[in-house]
């Protein structure tokens, strides 16, 4: 048999262990948690840059004016940094279609609901797209640039209303 006092002695260690796992678990958890934050604020800002830039891609007199402009040593440059994507820009026209047509019929949806609030997984179905999260994701892609381009607003989380 266990003396009384050692098994008390056990409960005691244990719980001061688990007490210092608690926390260290505590800060770990905020820690986490502010390193989300600080992820998913770059992940918008980067959503936000990203269909500024596609706006700007896709805009057919930004260019004609870049191609028509003389050369500088600053626009070559900029050239060789942005040329790649310039290429992939060109291979994926077909696709860049798709963007700008998925693009007026959300905004379509949006003239017709009026001043309502809507989710990305409503305007899908009201276009007749898939409800997988990729289509879902690609509607959800597509509002997010139409919010950077003050088209489209964010009324709540998840939630979009006509600009």
Avoid: C, K
Avoid at 28 to 57: K, N, S
Avoid at 122 to 131: F, P
Avoid at 141 to 162: F, H, I, M, N
């Amino acid at each position: 048999m266990v003396p009384a006092s050692r098994s008390t002695r056990d409960i005691e260690v244990t719980a001061e262990s688990l007490q210092a796992d608690l926390s260290r678990l505590e800060l770990q958890r905020r820690a986490l948690e502010r390193e989300l934050a600080a992820v998913v604020a770059h992940l918008d800002t980067v959503q936000r840059a990203l269909g500024a830039l596609e706006v700007v891609m896709a805009s057919p007199a930004a260019a004609t004016a870049s191609e028509a402009a003389p050369e500088t040593a600053g626009s070559a440059a900029r050239r060789r940094v942005t040329g790649p994507a310039r290429a992939a820009t060109r291979r994926r026209a077909g696709t860049e279609r798709t963007y700008g047509r998925l693009t007026e019929q959300i905004l379509e949806y949006f003239a017709q609901v009026g001043d309502a609030d809507v989710r990305a997984r409503d305007v899908a179905v009201a276009l007749g797209r898939a409800t997988d999260s990729g289509s879902i994701n690609a509607v959800r892609s597509t509002l997010d640039r139409l919010v950077g381009t003050s088209r489209v607003r964010r009324s709540g989380r998840g939630l979009y209303r006509a600009g």
